[in-house]
C-alpha cells in the first residue's frame, strides 16, 4: 500500500458570519493550521495538523471557531477501533516505536470515582469551617518512635527533619526541559505563596530558582543531570526518582535538540547532546544500594533535608515500599499508571503499572502490618483531579498528594496530549522562546494559587462535614470511605466496606 | 501678585496655563486689541472652507478665562509700558504689573507696491476680521490675486477656493511654500494644487497695480477684482522696543522668555528665541511654538523656574486633503524616498536627524520629531529601519521600555 | 493616575488588542457584525520586529505636546485622560508631527483618533488591557 492515507482526527469548524479574519488564529497556533487567503479574503485550515489544543478556539475574539472530533470513520467493531487501526497504519509506514505524552488515556477503572465519603448526621456534630479552625497542615517525614521526657516530666522534643505542607497536595516532579521556563517559575512562586513545594524533575534547576529553594524539592535520576552541591543545598527536600507512573521500568530521552542553552546548562549536558537517563540506576540493584544513596544523600547534606524515593506503582508495590521504608528514606512517593509525561512509549504509557488507589492501599496496609508506617510518609500521585480525589487518597492513607497535570491545565494545557513535538500553544511544553512567552508567570502562579485555595476549600469542607477538624484524623481513616461497584476483591486491596455495609 | 498679558492668542493662553499650574490665586489681567473670545487664527482658512465655525474655532471654551480667574479687557490697545513703575498705558487708561508678558503676535508686512494705495479691494489674511471681510468680498466669478505664496497665502487660497472664480498667485521666490519646502517638495504641492485650477506666477512680483490689473516684473499681467496680500508678517516688538528692550526682528529672549527688560517676557510670534535645531536665534512663529513659549514664560513668572529650550520649526499643513509635514533644518545628509503617496526627505547629520519633509502618508512623523528635538543619536538606533517606517523598534528594547514604561514626554 | 502599559516581554503579538479596541470604540454590539468587512483603525497598534513585539496607544503624557501644539484646542486633558473633540479638529495633524510615539493618528474621517483609555465607552478598564490575553497590557498607577 503505498498511499498514505489518515483522514484528520479533527476538523476546524470556522462560522463564516462569525470570522471577521483578525488572524489570530493564524499568528497563534504553532501548528500553522490556519492561513489567510489575500486574494479570497478568506480563512482556511489544514487539519490534519490540528492537535485540538483549543488555542485558537479560545483565543477567537468573535468565537467563530470550534474544533469537532471528525465524523470520518472506520468500518470499527468493538475489538479493531480507530485507534488500533491507525496506529497500524503509523507503525507500518514509519517502523517506529509509537510515542505519546500525558497520562494513560485508555479506559481502566478509575477507584476514585468508586469510592464514596461519609459525612456526620446527629450523632457526632459536622463543623462549620467557616467559624471553626480547620487544620490541613501536614508534615511529611518520619515520625518519632519514642516520646522522652525530662526531669520535670516535660517533652524532649527530638529534631527530625520534616517538611511542612499548608495543605496535602504539591506540584508533582516536571523538569525545565519537558516544561518551560515559565511553567517553572509559575510552579515556584505558587509554591511559596501556598506553602508547599514542587519538584525540579531531572531537569536540574535554573539559577533564577535558586530563591525559591526552601519550596523545592530536587530530584536525583539515573542520568543525574543537573545534580551538584549547591542544587542539593538549595532544596528543601532531595527526591531520588526510580520510577515514573507514566513510563515503569525506562528511562528519559530528552533529545539533543532541545539541549540548547539555559537547558544545556542547567541539565549540566554538552548543547546539542542527548540527555539519556538510564532505565534503572546504575548503582542501585537493591534496598542495600538505594541506602546507600539515600545516606549519601544526606550525608551530603548534612542530614538536614528529607529524602524521598520516587517509585512507579507496579505490581509488586508493597513490598518494595516496604523495602524503602527501611532504606532510610523519609518519604515514599508512588506514582500511578495514570501519571503524566512529556514523552512516553504509548506502549509502555498505557499498558504498564496498576492504579494509584489500589497500590496506596496496599501499600498503606503492609506498612502498618510491619509497623514501619511511622518511618515514612506517603505521597501519592497519578491523576489526582480535584480536592476529592486528594481527599480519598488521605482517607486511604496518603500524607499528601502530587498534582501534575491538574497543575498545568491551570496554567492553559487542554491535554491536546501533543508535548512531544515541542510545539506547545499554550507555552508550558516548549523551549519555543515566541511560545514559552504565551505564558506570563504572573497570570499563571496566580491561577495555580487560585486552584489549591480552592481545593483547600473544599477540602475544609469534606472534612466539616464529617465532624473532623484536622486533616492528621482523616489519614488512613477508610471509615470514611465506602465503595459503590466494586468487587469483593478489590473492597479488600482498598480496605474499606461497599456502601451501605 | 499681579499678571498681566498682552495678546489672546496661544502664547497668552499658554501664560494663564502655566501660571496656573504654579498660583492659583494671582490676577491676571489679558489685554487684547481682538475684541474675540480665544480663537485659533490659523483656522481662519477653514472657517471659508466650512470646515469650522466661530464656536468651534475657540481655542479655549467659553468658560476658560472665568475658570482661570482672569480679568479679560477685550478690544483694548496697550500703547507701552512703563518699566520703572510697572505700569501698562493702554487707550482706556493704565494697568500696573509685577509680571507682564508681550504675547502680540505680529502684523501683515505688505511691502511697497505702486498702485497699491488706489486698489479698491485689497485684505490681508491675519485675523477673524480680516477673514470675514475677505469672504463678504467674495462671489463665484471674483478673481482672485494673492500675493505670497507661503502658508497664508496658500491657506487662503484653499479657504476661498470655493467662494471666488478664480486665484492667481505671486510670489518672489522660485517655488511656492518656501520656508518650508525645497523645490522638490514644493513642485509635488505646486502639481496638486495646480490641478485645483489655481495659477502660480513664481520669480516673479508685481510692478504696478493699475485698474484692476496687476503687472507683474516679468511683464506678465493679471487681471484680478480682490487682493490679498500675504507676504509675510511683521513682529509686533514696539512695546518693548520703546521701553528700551532689546530686539531685532523679534524681541529677544532667553529660555525663560525673559526679556532685557526686568520682569517682562514675551512669547509667540514676537518674540525671537533660539532654534534648538540649528543654535540660531530667530523667529519661530508657530502655533506649537507659541503655546509653549508662552506656557514657559506664565511658570516664570509664577515663580517656577525652567526652561523652554526644543523651539524648533515644525509644520504640519494640508491643502485639498494632500498633507505635508516638516520640522527642523534641512541640512546635511539625505534620505529620499519616493513613492504611491509618498514624498520623503530625512535630512541628518552629526549623528542626528535634522529635519524632514513628508507629503502624503504622515502617519507617526511625530516619532522623527522627537528625534530631532531629543538629539538622540543615529548611532544608538536602527537608522535604516526608521528611515523606511517611524517607529519605534528601532530604538532597541531599553530605550523602548523607557518611553512606554514611564510618563515622559 | 492610571494608564495603560505593554510590557513587551509578554506581549504575543496576537493583535487581539487592536481588535477589542476597534470594537471597543464602534459602539456595536457584536464584534463578529461590528467588525465584519472592516479595515480596522485601533487606537492601539501592534509593532512586530525581529522576535519583537509590543503594542503602543497614547501615553497620555503629564506634559502632553500634542495638546500644546493643537491649533484648534481639539485635544485637552480631563482628569489627566487627553481627549479629542472631533468635531474641533480641523486635519491638520499637528498632533500627529508633535507626539513621539506615533499615537495620534489620522481616522477615517480626517479628523484624529488616539486611545481616550476607553473613558468614553464606560466600560471601565480599557478593552486592550481586558481582552489581553497574556497580561501583557496592564492598566496601573505607575
Known amino acids: 500500500m503505498a498511499i498514505e492515507f489518515m483522514y484528520p482526527e479533527y476538523e476546524v469548524l470556522r462560522d463564516p458570519d462569525r470570522c471577521i479574519r483578525c488572524r489570530v488564529c493564524e499568528r497563534q497556533c504553532a501548528n500553522e493550521v490556519h492561513t489567510y487567503l489575500p486574494e479570497k479574503d478568506r480563512m482556511i485550515s489544514d487539519d490534519l495538523k490540528c492537535v485540538n489544543c483549543h488555542r485558537c478556539a479560545t483565543l477567537c475574539p468573535t468565537r467563530a471557531i470550534k474544533i469537532v472530533k471528525s465524523p470520518h470513520t472506520f468500518k470499527e467493531n468493538a475489538n479493531w477501533g480507530q485507534k488500533e487501526i491507525t496506529e497500524i497504519y503509523k507503525q507500518a509506514s514509519s517502523g517506529g516505536v509509537l510515542l505519546s505524552s500525558m497520562g494513560n488515556p485508555e479506559k481502566y477503572p478509575v477507584y476514585f470515582d468508586k469510592m464514596l465519603l461519609n459525612a456526620s448526621q446527629v450523632t457526632n456534630p459536622s463543623i462549620d469551617p467557616l467559624r471553626e479552625p480547620m487544620e490541613t497542615r501536614v508534615f511529611l517525614g518520619g515520625k518519632t518512635h519514642e516520646i522522652k521526657r525530662d526531669e520535670n516530666g516535660r517533652l524532649i522534643p527530638i529534631k527530625r527533619v520534616k517538611l511542612e505542607l499548608s495543605m496535602p497536595v504539591m506540584f508533582s516532579a516536571m523538569s525545565y526541559g519537558s516544561i518551560s521556563y515559565n511553567a517553572h517559575e509559575s510552579l515556584a512562586r505558587a509554591a511559596r505563596e501556598l506553602g508547599i513545594f514542587y519538584n525540579t524533575g531531572e531537569g536540574g534547576l535554573h539559577e533564577d530558582f535558586y530563591q525559591y529553594g526552601s519550596n523545592t524539592i530536587v530530584q536525583v535520576a539515573s542520568g543525574r543531570f543537573g545534580v551538584h552541591k549547591k542544587y542539593l543545598d538549595t532544596a528543601a527536600a532531595i527526591e531520588i526518582k526510580i520510577g515514573q507512573g507514566a513510563k515503569p521500568g525506562i528511562g528519559g530521552h530528552l533529545p539533543g535538540e532541545k539541549i540548547v542553552g539555559d537547558v544545556s546548562r542547567t541539565r549540566m549536558v554538552p548543547e546539542g547532546a542527548d540527555a539519556i537517563s538510564p532505565a534503572p540506576h546504575h548503582d542501585i540493584y537493591s534496598i542495600e544500594d538505594l541506602r546507600q544513596l539515600v545516606y549519601s544523600l544526606k550525608e551530603a547534606t548534612n542530614y538536614t533535608k528529607p529524602v524521598f524515593v520516587k517509585i512507579a506503582a507496579v505490581h509488586n508495590i508493597a513490598a518494595i515500599a516496604s523495602g524503602i521504608a527501611r532504606s532510610g528514606a523519609d518519604v515514599i512517593a508512588i506514582d500511578g499508571f495514570r501519571g503524566g509525561t512529556g514523552a512516553a512509549p504509548t506502549r509502555i504509557r498505557d499498558n504498564v503499572g496498576i492504579p494509584i488507589e489500589l497500590a496506596l492501599a496496599s501499600v498503606d496496609t503492609r506498612l502498618r502490618e510491619e509497623g514501619i508506617r511511622d518511618r515514612v510518609s506517603l505521597v501519592v500521585a497519578g491523576s489526582i483531579r480535584s480536592s476529592a480525589d486528594v481527599f480519598k487518597a488521605v482517607a486511604l492513607g496518603a500524607d499528601a498528594c502530587y498534582i501534575g497535570t491538574a497543575a498545568l491545565l491551570a496554567l492553559g494545557c487542554h491535554l491536546c496530549r501533543t508535548c512531544q513535538t515541542g510545539r506547545c500553544n499554550w507555552g508550558i511544553a516548549t523551549q519555543r522562546p515566541d511560545l514559552v512567552k504565551r505564558l506570563n508567570p504572573d497570570l499563571g502562579y496566580q491561577r495555580l494559587v487560585n486552584l489549591l485555595t480552592a481545593w483547600n476549600h473544599e477540602i475544609k469542607e469534606l472534612m466539616g462535614g464529617m465532624g473532623i477538624n484536622s486533616i492528621e484524623s482523616l489519614k488512613g481513616n477508610r471509615l470514611m470511605l465506602r465503595g459503590v461497584g466494586l468487587t469483593q476483591k478489590e473492597l479488600d486491596i482498598l480496605g474499606i466496606k461497599h456502601a451501605g455495609e | ?409 | 493616575m492610571k494608564r495603560v502599559y505593554v510590557n513587551e516581554k509578554w506581549c504575543l503579538g496576537c493583535h487581539l488588542c487592536e481588535y477589542n479596541c476597534a470594537f471597543s470604540n464602534s459602539g456595536g454590539r457584536d464584534m463578529a457584525t461590528t467588525l465584519m468587512g472592516v479595515n480596522i483603525r485601533p487606537n492601539i497598534r501592534v509593532e512586530e520586529g525581529e522576535g519583537v513585539c509590543y503594542a503602543v496607544s497614547c501615553r497620555h503624557c503629564e506634559d502632553p505636546l500634542c495638546v500644546k501644539g493643537c491649533i484648534g484646542g481639539a485635544l485637552s486633558i480631563e482628569d489627566g485622560v487627553i481627549e479629542i473633540d472631533k468635531s474641533k479638529c480641523i486635519h491638520c495633524y499637528t498632533c500627529i508631527v508633535m507626539c513621539p510615539y506615533g499615537a495620534v493618528m489620522p481616522s477615517e474621517d480626517g479628523a484624529v483618533q488616539k486611545c481616550e483609555l476607553c473613558v468614553k465607552t464606560k466600560k471601565g478598564t480599557p478593552a486592550c488591557v481586558a481582552g489581553c490575553p497574556n497580561g501583557a497590557i496592564v492598566f496601573e498607577e505607575r
Open chain 2, 1 to 409: 501678585m499681579k499678571y498681566v498679558i498682552i495678546g489672546n492668542g496661544p502664547a497668552a493662553i499658554g501664560a494663564i496655563e502655566g501660571i496656573r499650574k504654579k498660583d492659583k490665586k494671582g490676577a491676571i489681567t489679558l489685554i487684547s486689541k481682538e475684541p474675540h473670545h480665544t480663537y485659533s487664527r490659523p483656522l481662519i482658512s477653514y472657517l471659508l472652507l466650512g470646515k469650522t465655525d466661530e464656536e468651534r474655532m475657540k481655542y479655549r471654551p467659553d468658560g476658560f478665562y472665568k475658570d482661570n480667574g482672569v480679568d479679560v479687557m477685550l478690544g483694548v490697545t496697550a500703547e507701552s509700558i512703563d518699566p520703572v513703575r510697572q505700569t501698562v498705558k493702554t487707550d482706556k487708561g493704565k494697568v500696573p504689573y509685577d509680571r507682564l508678558l508681550i504675547a502680540a503676535g505680529s502684523r501683515p508686512f505688505i511691502p511697497p507696491m505702486k498702485g497699491f494705495d488706489a486698489v479698491e479691494k485689497k485684505y490681508s489674511f491675519m485675523t477673524l476680521d480680516d477673514a470675514k471681510a475677505l469672504s463678504e468680498a467674495l462671489t463665484p466669478e471674483t478673481r482672485v490675486l494673492i500675493i505670497g505664496a507661503g502658508l497664508i497665502g496658500l491657506k487662503c487660497a484653499e479657504g476661498i477656493s470655493g467662494l471666488c472664480g478664480h486665484i492667481a498667485v505671486v510670489d518672489l521666490a522660485d517655488r511656492i511654500l518656501s520656508s518650508i519646502l525645497d523645490r522638490e517638495a514644493a513642485a509635488v504641492v505646486e502639481k496638486s494644487l495646480r490641478e485645483h485650477g489655481m495659477e502660480f506666477y513664481l520669480s516673479d512680483s508685481v510692478e504696478e497695480f493699475k485698474g484692476g490689473r496687476a503687472r507683474l516684473k516679468s511683464g506678465k499681467t493679471i487681471e484680478f477684482d480682490v487682493l490679498v496680500t500675504a507676504v509675510g508678517v511683521k513682529a509686533n516688538i514696539s512695546l518693548v522696543k520703546d521701553a528700551g528692550g532689546a530686539c531685532e526682528r523679534g524681541i529677544i529672549v532667553n529660555d525663560h522668555m525673559e526679556t532685557t527688560v526686568t520682569n517682562v517676557y514675551a512669547a509667540g510670534d514676537c518674540a525671537q528665541g533660539t532654534d534648538c535645531v540649528t543654535g540660531q536665534s530667530r523667529i519661530l512663529a508657530l502655533m506649537p511654538n507659541a503655546y509653549m513659549q508662552g506656557e514657559c514664560a506664565g511658570r516664570n513668572m509664577a515663580g517656577e523656574p525652567g526652561a523652554f529650550d526644543r523651539a524648533m520649526a515644525q509644520n504640519a499643513i494640508g491643502f485639498f486633503g494632500l498633507h505635508m509635514v516638516t520640522a527642523g533644518a534641512y541640512e546635511g545628509e539625505v534620505y529620499f524616498e519616493r513613492g504611491e503617496g509618498l514624498y520623503k526627505k530625512l535630512f541628518y547629520r552629526d549623528d542626528r536627524l535634522m529635519g524632514y519633509i513628508i507629503i502624503g502618508d504622515i502617519r507617526r512623523a511625530g516619532i522623527y520629531t522627537a528625534m530631532i528635538r531629543d538629539r538622540t543619536p543615529l548611532s544608538g538606533i536602527d537608522f535604516e529601519l526608521i528611515c523606511k517606517d517611524p517607529s519605534l523598534l528601532p530604538f532597541g528594547k531599553k530605550r523602548r521600555a523607557e518611553m512606554l514604561g514611564g510618563v515622559k514626554n
